[in-house]
């Protein structure tokens, strides 16, 4: 048995192009279906609710789109909206926040552990709540920093002036001894370089986004709907703003030029 229908993926923008590469680069034979709601980004410092209505949205969308699975590939989405769509979608969903907990438990050996994500993120708990699950014992410091999605979706990398605000962000664990740091956001494996000379080479930087396209392998394997070879294979990207700029920005989150993207309006799909 197999399925050849792609496996569809969202992030408020570009940030979730970071796991569309990682499962590209896994899952070779299968084709992406990959929505970005980039007019409505970032969704970090949107409310709850907000936050949750969107990721409705995206998640209707890609299953209309026919898709075999559904990545929430951003983490404050995956934090408000993930039981939400499991409870609604007849899909099955896979989000990133559980993945990275556990990829930062299997790493830690103090259980020690810092996050940085999005304020919303943050206010969630989630990191902490799943941490506190897989290991009783850990401890948990979470940091917001609000300025890095903007920062990642202008592609100012590699600028001074986001080392500087890193190094601001980064200084609030200055008194928490951790030896592991959790990416809670699917943007900041863009500033990973930076963030790993900061925190210096006691503390392990956990990108979960291998551990996710290593659960959504699991996943289609488990119910025997991989996709065999790449005969068929197509990736398709949509996107809610320009597509002109998603194609120049997120060619460095690929990894490669984009192609085959398509702007669409959520609120009439
Ligand atoms: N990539 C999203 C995340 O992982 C970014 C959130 C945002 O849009 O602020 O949380």
């Known amino acids: 048995m197999f399925d050849d229908r792609p496996i569809g993926i969202f992030d408020s923008g570009l940030g979730g192009l970071t796991v569309a590469a990682a499962l590209n680069r896994q899952l070779p034979d299968e084709s992406l279906c990959y929505l970005g709601d980039t007019a409505r980004v970032p969704y970090g410092n949107k409310s709850a609710h907000v936050v949750k209505s969107y990721t409705h949205h995206c998640a209707r969308f890609l299953?209309?789109?026919?898709?075999?699975?559904?990545?929430?590939?951003?983490?404050?989405a995956s934090a408000y909206g993930l039981e939400h769509l499991r409870q609604t979608f007849n899909v099955p969903v896979v989000g990133v926040v559980h993945a990275g907990a556990e990829l930062a438990i299997q790493t830690s050996s103090t259980k020690k552990i810092g996050v940085i994500g999005t304020r919303a993120t943050v206010q969630s708990q989630r990191y902490a709540e799943i941490l506190r699950e897989l290991d009783q014992t850990s401890q948990c410091k979470a940091i917001a920093c609000p300025l890095l999605v903007p920062l990642a979706e202008e592609g100012m990398v590699d600028h001074p002036m986001t080392e500087a605000l890193l190094r601001e962000y980064l200084n609030d664990f200055s008194d928490?001894?951790?030896?592991?740091?959790?990416?809670?956001c699917t943007h900041y494996p863009l500033f990973e370089k930076t963030i790993t000379k900061l925190v210096g080479k006691d503390v392990q930087v956990i990108n979960s986004a291998p551990a996710v396209a290593q659960s959504v392998m699991a996943n289609l394997s488990e119910r025997h709907l991989m996709c065999p070879d790449k005969s068929g294979q197509k990736h398709e990207f949509y996107v809610t703003d320009s597509a002109e700029e998603f194609a120049r920005v997120g060619e460095r989150f690929w990894g490669q030029p984009l192609e085959n993207i398509t702007h669409v309006d959520l609120q009439i799909s």
């Open 63 to 76: 299953q209309n789109k026919d898709v075999k699975l559904i990545v929430v590939a951003c983490n404050t």
């Open 176 to 184: 928490y001894p951790m030896d592991t740091l959790i990416l809670g």
